[in-house]
């Protein structure tokens, strides 16, 4: 099976200082890539522990008696790791969006590029499909999902003209959403605009916001002190939620002041922004969106 490059592999491991007996957790499996760089820094007693809910990603299985692939959503990290004996751990990596596989495989329904199903599950057993949305959500439901997670200026009316359009007839594939969301798509910024309601869509049908978030707060929860967290986003909805998370332990509000007035804040900022460069992106088309962030448990 065919999954591409790992983003920022060298950047996104490094930042982790992976020492030699530590605990450590990849929860963006995906092709193992970031896993397996991972391991070749552990020693003999150096654990990994990996997490994918695609079931496709359990076909690039790590065969080491130090790694184990837990076919779940990272949400429940916590629960899983307890699960499996482990409280806390000396890193953390997630590379988070679409995997290179999902978008490349048509009948998934995450690329634009194909006409497919509306499907975009990342875990093909979830209720909710991008067909559901698309067909059964209420016309302010919809633009609610374009307004905040597609950031799409016409989300109101977009929503407006597929309620119109489905009590004809349902629509059920991505040509059909195509010609339904015609008069938004002007030949020069179609793609940019069907790659923002794609995005939203998908990021509402696997509640990518939700996950993020539930994933960062126990994350801080199960690190070690002195322990670090490396997360890659690939749009400005992640990537202000970990920068935010990173710079004040929480999503909104302030951080609470120590006695001398300075704010206490659980992580340190070992990088605050690295992007890919132009050779990375040159050979690997979806790096050109990363934006990686590493962060340091006080």
């Given at each position: 099976m065919e999954y591409h490059n790992p983003v920022l592999l060298k950047e996104t491991v490094g930042g982790l200082d992976i020492k030699p007996d530590g605990v450590y957790v990849d929860v963006t499996f995906g092709g193992g890539g970031h896993s397996r760089e991972i391991m070749s820094h552990l020693g003999e007693k150096g654990r990994l522990i990996a997490f994918d809910q695609d079931e496709d990603a359990l076909r690039n299985v790590i065969d080491d008696s130090r790694f184990l692939l837990i076919n779940e959503n990272f949400r429940n990290i916590k629960r899983f790791l307890r699960f499996h004996g482990i409280r806390k751990v000396d890193g953390i990596l997630a590379d988070l969006g679409v995997s290179s596989h999902q978008f490349d495989v048509a009948e998934r329904g995450f690329s634009t590029r194909f006409d497919a199903e509306l499907d975009m599950r990342m875990n093909r057993k979830g209720d909710l499909s991008a067909y559901h949305v698309v067909n059964e959500y209420e016309e302010q439901e919809l633009k609610r999902v374009f307004l905040e997670y597609g950031e799409l200026k016409n989300g109101g009316a977009m929503a407006n003209v597929i309620v119109a359009a489905r009590k004809d007839k349902q629509i059920k594939d991505s040509d059909h959403l195509k010609q339904v969301l015609a008069k938004f798509l002007?030949?020069?910024?179609?793609?940019?605009?069907?790659?923002?309601?794609?995005?939203?869509?998908?990021?509402?049908?696997?509640?990518?916001?939700?996950?993020?978030?539930?994933?960062?707060?126990?994350?801080?929860?199960?690190?070690?002190i002195g322990g670090r967290l490396s997360v890659i986003s690939y749009h400005s909805l992640e990537d202000r939620l970990v920068k935010r998370f990173f710079r004040n332990g929480m999503f909104e509000g302030e951080p609470e002041r120590d006695?001398?007035?300075?704010?206490?804040v659980p992580f340190k900022i070992i990088e605050k922004l690295i992007v890919p460069n132009a050779e990375e992106i040159a050979i690997n088309n979806r790096a050109r969106s990363a934006k990686l962030r590493v962060a340091e448990k006080k």
């Open positions: 002007p030949a020069h910024k179609s793609n940019k605009i069907l790659a923002q309601i794609y995005q939203a869509i998908r990021i509402e049908v696997n509640q990518e916001m939700d996950v993020l978030k539930e994933f960062l707060e126990q994350s801080l929860e199960i690190l070690e006695f001398f007035g300075n704010f206490e």
